[in-house]
Each structure stands twice: as structure tokens, then as C-alpha cells.
């Protein structure tokens, strides 16, 4: 074989010349000069991708030492159809193998110190923005554009960072970065370098670069997060409704007849409610008491009276557990309980552990060594928000411990889980995916999972922000919950409407805070209640609370199948970022800062969101709205716009949905009369365009043909395809939308639609 030119099981080409290595596919060429071991990224005509750092590509440390040292050469050890290796020497002589391995529009690639030891390993290219991602540490910047960052223990260490991934996509190149690792990760993304690491560890074997459009790049992401141990699972349905959170309303001191006086005063007010989390408290023991129960005292409720209590609640506080399940199951609603992995330590061990209240468990745990323990094999203890003490962590490394969970779990007779691991060393447990098989093997057994705690991946529903209160900071949530989709983790549940710790009777500020709240929540892909609105004592605030929930709740199956769409694809259908969806759009990149404040998204294919929050909530009535390239309808108005155009002090009060239609301009709502599924067809998209529907069983589709040549509602015709019937739709004279019934499983084409000529 030439080894000046070599093709590769056509899959990719080597090149050797002066200096330098040419990997060549289809779509790309990697460049990687010997001297530095200097890598970049080109398209198949040479221009530039990802520029090549000026100084070095792999900088790594000498054995169990931290301080990094540039690359001073490369050499080509060997090839074959999969991968290149090179042998990597630093500047104090070190050496590593890396190797490379090119796919037809990502690369692979490896750093293996040669000597055994424990190391600090960086790659880099040159700098390169706009940046997107990185999880819960791309929510606390002033922007969803994260270029600046600089990180070198980043990893889950406190509790507002538990989502973690360091995933991130550069729209305007084309280009999109992660390393895989468990342990302390390195992020450099800054005007100096572009850079991803790890320290403390043996080797990095994960690192990818991916190269394209933003559809191929998601989908090699998605498949490299199952590759390397990080998979989805499918959604189910019930999480893209309205639900409940009795935190919200009630805090820790939940019991059994307020949370369901709750719920039965929503469900008398018409609010449509799917499931319902109960956090805390229907575990044993006084809630003032260092030694209560938890989450993990699987299946023992608080349902006898007990001695000595003085925390003022209900003795027991869940008298009748198959009551509140008959509650639950009687009205469709699915019973969603808080789980955590973490355990009450033994007494000796600095914990609260009490027999009674926790049951036999935590001793089963130790005798099988199912938590996570030291090289000797004894228990770690570590600290957590809840419970108090000392605990132990479920090692999930450990099939065994995991399916041990699972049956536990099961004691408490839910419908599903709300993990919600509050963390506080999660720099000692260097496991960002502690959670991830738990979530994952309840998911598997049929449960509902809302993930608070994850690595790349969310094996789970829907991904929940960090909690959100009045007072807080605004903007965060929009900019969190922008860069989880933009991380591939596109079903975000922005947290409970009014957040939590509320007192009645609230201020003025309060309110507008609660109802803007509200309008902002109906447009993410999940939201839930907390809070009565009722307690506002404002009718017409109240009114826009239950508008916003009622509208979400229709467009539920629309969001639904955004979601199906994610999972099969890796793309974050369900929330778009507009980068995301407009790559080459530069006026997107910047819209979404504290500054700005255009936190605009598309909510599946065919709406853009553009809610008025931030800090200024309590003021703003009114923001600049960009639209990109394409038709826009506003949805309640009517008004048509064609981008890209930014709409100049829009208005938007508190009692407006903030959505346009555009994209693919059709969506499915249910009826809030007979609950039946209709599509809504706008005057968008013609000639081709088609938006398949998935529907809420996870496996029927529909899809929805624009053949139509104009859009004049007289010479329309909508025809299934399968019976070859015309359907009669009804026209919507304010914003030009047909709408029509679906039959589960038939597919639909608009035809016809010509304006008439006028007679002579």
C-alpha cells in the first residue's frame, strides 16, 4: 500500500506531505502538522472549519503530575482501515500515542500516555465562536453564547450544576466538540484557545469532533452518547402535560389532605392535570427530626400515628396511601414520588439511620456492597441538601446494585420519579452519570422519570432546571434551559409556575411575576403548577394563569411528537435555539443574553416562541421579536411577517401567547371540547412541504401533505390518502389556518387552493 496516498477501506484517505498528515473523507479534511501535533479541520476545497491552534493540538502533563506541556512532535507510528496512530512527544519529553479515527462526518480521538500514572491531558484547536451548550455550566453566563469560558473542574460539584456536559456546538462553523469522562473535565472555550481535557486521569478516549450540517451533527452525537455508555430512552407522553408540583405550593410540609385539596381545587377550576409530584413528607418521622424518614425508605409511608411529634403537622401525615393512589389513578393523573440515591448512614458513620423510619435497607445495601465505597471496600459517606447526616450513595456502576434499586423503588407504588439528588461533593464522587442508570432502568421497568442529575444524556422524560423562585435572577432559567437544548437535551421543564417559598398574601410585584411566569412556562416543552393562582385574589391575573396552562395543554401532543422527533434524531426539535434552527443566520447568535433579552426558541417545527420575561418582567410590555427567513403569523392576531425581520417594541402583555407561526406552519391541538386531536394547517408552506405527526401512543404517525398551490379557502381541498376521501375542514378567517379532524394513522394532502379569476 502507498503510503504517501493511502485510501482506507473507502472510508477515508492519509496523505503525507512536508511537515504535515492529510486525513481526508467525503466531507472533510483533518490537518495535522508534526510539528506541535497542530490539528484543523477544512471542507473538502480547503477552507477552514476549525483553525489549528498556533502552538500545539495535545498538550499533556508528565506522570501524576498537573501542569501541561505542549506537544513538540508527531510521527506517524501506523494506519490501518480504522484509525491513525501517532506517537506524541511533549516538551519534557513525555510521549503518548494518539490515535485517530475518522468517520465519514466525525473523528475520534484518543490520548494514551505511554507510562503508567495519572495525568492532566488537553486537545485544542484555535478559538472559534459563536459557542453553544455545556449544560447546567452554560445557564449561569449573561448570554447563551458561552465563548469565554474558562473551566478546569468542571464536573457536578454543587447543586446548581448537575446536568453536565460539555457538548458544544459552533452553528457558524458547522463544527460541534464533547469529551466523554466521568471524572474532572477541562473546558476552555475562550480567544486564546478552543480547548477540551481532563485531569487526574489515565487517559482520554473520548474525545469527538463533528463536522456538517446541524441535523448530521446531533444525530452523530446521540449515536457517539450510546456508544460510549451514555444512551436515551424514549419519552412517554403524560410528562409533556400540565402537572403539579406540591412543592410549589405547599414546600416540605406536605401531608395527605393538602395535597389533595390541591389538586381537587385545580380539577374544579378546569385545569387539566396529568401527573402530580409529592417531593417530601410521605416518608415516617417528625420533619423537625434530624432521623425522618426519605425517599429511600422505600414503601414505608407515614400512615400511623406516632409518639412525640412536635412539628405541627398531621400524625400520621398519609393516613390512607391506597386512598391517594385511588385519588390519582380515578382521575387519569399519574402519581410521580421525589427518589433519590442517597441513603441514611449508620449512626457510627455520622448518620441519622433509624430503623424505623427507614427500614432494613441500608443494611442490605452494605452487606452487598451496593453503595459506593474506597479501594479497601469500605462505605464513602458524603453530603447531600436532604437528608441530614452523613449518607451513603448507590453505586450505579453496579448492575446489580441498580436492579437491587429498582425493586425498591417499586415499594412505592408510583407511576413514576422525581430524582432530585442534591449533591454537595460531587467533586469527591468525580461521577457526573451517578444517576444516569437509575433513571435509565426505571425508565426501562415503564416509569416516568423527571432528571434533575445526568452526564450528556437524560434517560428520562424531561430534564428539570434547578429550582426557580421569585427573586432570583430572571434571566438564568431562559439561558439555562436555551443551552440543555442546545446540549441535546431539548425537554425542558423550566420548573414550577411561581417557583417555590411563595407567602400569601403576595405583592403587586408577586403577582405580574406569577402571571409572566406562567406565559413563559406554556411555551417550553414541560410546565406544571405549584402555587393556587386563585391566592392572587385577581381575577383576570388568575384568567391569564389558566389560559397559559390550557394552551399548553393543547398543544401537548404537538409538543409530544417534537419530543419523538428529538429521540429518533438527537436534533432538539422539542426547543430549537434560534442558532440552533438558523445556523447561518448571524443576526441569531446574539438575541439571547440578559441585555437583549429576545429568548426566542422553536417549540417544534412550526412555532417560535418569543416570551417577554427576564428581570424586567414587572415593566416590560413590549420587546424586539426577531423572525428569520420565511412567513410568520402571529398566532393570536393574525398579522403576517416576512423575515428575517425584527419586529421593533412588539407588544407583548402579560395575557398574549408569545408564539408565531412559521416552519413547517401545521400543528395538532386537542380539542378542549371533545378532546379530540385536529391539525392546523396555516398558509406557510406549499408544494412539497410536509410535517409528520407523531402521535401520543409513541407509534402512530400522520403525515400532512402541502401539494396546495395557493391557499383561497373555496378551490382547498384536503384529502386522506388512504380512502381517497375529501375532508371538510373549517377556516380560520383571522389567521387563514384550516383545521381538521385526524384519523389516527391516515395521512392527509392539501390540493388545490388557486385564487378564482374574476369573471368579465
Not at 473538502?44 to 501542569?67: C, K, L, Q, T
Not at 463544527?175 to 477540551?196: D, S
Request: some cysteine.
Amino acid at each position: 500500500m502507498d503510503r504517501k496516498e493511502s485510501r482506507l477501506a473507502e472510508c477515508f484517505t492519509l496523505k503525507e506531505e512536508p511537515g504535515r498528515l492529510i486525513i481526508g473523507t467525503a466531507k472533510y479534511l483533518m490537518q495535522v502538522d508534526t510539528t506541535g501535533c497542530c490539528f484543523s479541520f477544512h471542507s473538502p476545497d480547503r477552507e477552514v472549519i476549525a483553525a489549528a491552534h498556533e502552538i500545539s493540538g495535545i498538550r499533556f502533563s508528565s506522570p501524576n503530575e498537573e501542569e501541561v506541556h505542549d506537544a513538540l512532535s508527531a510521527a506517524l507510528v501506523s494506519f490501518n482501515e480504522s484509525q491513525v496512530q501517532l506517537c506524541v512527544t511533549n516538551r519534557k519529553g513525555d510521549q503518548a500515542d494518539v490515535r485517530i479515527e475518522p468517520s465519514s462526518s466525525f473523528v475520534k480521538l484518543q490520548v494514551l500516555p505511554r507510562t503508567e500514572g495519572r495525568y492532566t491531558i488537553d486537545a485544542r484547536t484555535a478559538p472559534l465562536q459563536p459557542v453553544y451548550g455545556l449544560g447546567d455550566h452554560g445557564g449561569y453566563g449573561d448570554s447563551t453564547d458561552v465563548f469565554g469560558i474558562t473551566d478546569n473542574h468542571f464536573l457536578n460539584a454543587n447543586d446548581g450544576k448537575r446536568f453536565v456536559s460539555n457538548f458544544a456546538v459552533f452553528p457558524a462553523a458547522g463544527f460541534a466538540q464533547v469529551l466523554f469522562e466521568e471524572g474532572i473535565k477541562r473546558v476552555r472555550i475562550n480567544g486564546e484557545e478552543n480547548a477540551l481535557g481532563a485531569s487526574g486521569v489515565r487517559a482520554v478516549s473520548g474525545l469527538y469532533y463533528f463536522i456538517g450540517p446541524l441535523e448530521q451533527m446531533y444525530m452523530d452525537y446521540k449515536l457517539a452518547r450510546h456508544r460510549e455508555g451514555y444512551p436515551d430512552l424514549k419519552p412517554k407522553y403524560d410528562f409533556f402535560e400540565v402537572g403539579y408540583e406540591a412543592f410549589g405550593s405547599l414546600g416540605w410540609n406536605t401531608y395527605q389532605q393538602s395535597v389533595l385539596e390541591d389538586l381537587q381545587a385545580y380539577i374544579d377550576k378546569g385545569y387539566r392535570l396529568k401527573w402530580a409530584v409529592i417531593g417530601s413528607g410521605f416518608w415516617k418521622g417528625d420533619r423537625q427530626a434530624d432521623d425522618q424518614g426519605a425517599t429511600t425508605s422505600f414503601g414505608i409511608w407515614d400512615d400511623e400515628h406516632e409518639e412525640g411529634r412536635a412539628d405541627g403537622l398531621p400524625n400520621p401525615r398519609y393516613p390512607d396511601k391506597e386512598a391517594l393512589k385511588e385519588f390519582f389513578h380515578s382521575r387519569r393523573m399519574k402519581l410521580i414520588l421525589g427518589l433519590r440515591i442517597s441513603f441514611k448512614a449508620l449512626p457510627e458513620h455520622g448518620g441519622h439511620y433509624n430503623a424505623l423510619h427507614d427500614g432494613e435497607f441500608v443494611q442490605e445495601g452494605l452487606e452487598r456492597g451496593y453503595f459506593v465505597t474506597d479501594e479497601k471496600g469500605s462505605p464513602i459517606t458524603y453530603r447531600v441538601q436532604f437528608p441530614k447526616g452523613a449518607v451513603y450513595l448507590l453505586d450505579a456502576r453496579k448492575p446489580d446494585a441498580v436492579n437491587w434499586y429498582l425493586s425498591l423503588a417499586r415499594l412505592w407504588g408510583a407511576d413514576g420519579f422525581k430524582e432530585d439528588t442534591m449533591l454537595k461533593d460531587g467533586a469527591l464522587l468525580r461521577n457526573d452519570a451517578k444517576c444516569n442508570a437509575t433513571n435509565a432502568k426505571l425508565m426501562e421497568a415503564g416509569y416516568y422519570s423527571m432528571v434533575r442529575n445526568a452526564a450528556y444524556s437524560v434517560p428520562g422524560e424531561i430534564l428539570r432546571l434547578e429550582d426557580t423562585m421569585y427573586g432570583m435572577d430572571q434571566d438564568r432559567p431562559a439561558i439555562n434551559g436555551l443551552n440543555y437544548a442546545a446540549s441535546g437535551a431539548s425537554n425542558v421543564y423550566v420548573d414550577i409556575i411561581a417557583g417555590k417559598y411563595l407567602k400569601t398574601p403576595l405583592t403587586e410585584d408577586q403577582k405580574i411575576y406569577f402571571v409572566r411566569n406562567a406565559m413563559f412556562a406554556a411555551v417550553f416543552p414541560a410546565m406544571s403548577v405549584g402555587l393556587g393562582p386563585w391566592k392572587m385574589n385577581h381575577e383576570a391575573y388568575e384568567g391569564i394563569v389558566k389560559k397559559a396552562c390550557d394552551w399548553h395543554s393543547a398543544m401537548a401532543p404537538y409538543i409530544y411528537s417534537a419530543a419523538l422527533d428529538s429521540f429518533h434524531t438527537g436534533y432538539p426539535h422539542t426547543m430549537t435555539p434560534l442558532p440552533i434552527a438558523y445556523p447561518t443566520d448571524t443576526n441569531t447568535y446574539g438575541l439571547a443574553s440578559k441585555q437583549t433579552k429576545q429568548y426566542e426558541w422553536m417549540l417544534g417545527p412550526s412555532l417560535l416562541a418569543a416570551p417577554a420575561y427576564g428581570s424586567d418582567y414587572a415593566q416590560v410590555m413590549a420587546r424586539d421579536v426577531y423572525l428569520p427567513e420565511g412567513k410568520w403569523i402571529d398566532y393570536e392576531t393574525g398579522a403576517v411577517y416576512y423575515g428575517p425581520v425584527t419586529l421593533k417594541g412588539y407588544e407583548l402583555p402579560p395575557v398574549k401567547i408569545p408564539v408565531f407561526i412559521g416552519g413547517k406552519g401545521v400543528i395538532v391541538v386537542r380539542d378542549e371540547e371533545d378532546g379530540r386531536l385536529y391539525a392546523e394547517v396555516y398558509p406557510i408552506r406549499q408544494q412539497g412541504s410536509q410535517y409528520r405527526f407523531r402521535y401520543p401512543d409513541g407509534k402512530q404517525t400522520s403525515c400532512i401533505t402541502n401539494d396546495n398551490t395557493g391557499w383561497n379557502p373555496d378551490t382547498l381541498e384536503i384529502v386522506e390518502l388512504e380512502s381517497g376521501d375529501k375532508v371538510s375542514f373549517r377556516f380560520n378567517a383571522v389567521t387563514g389556518a384550516c383545521r381538521f379532524r385526524l384519523r389516527e394513522g391516515a395521512n392527509y394532502r392539501l390540493v388545490g387552493g388557486m385564487e378564482c379569476k374574476m369573471q368579465e
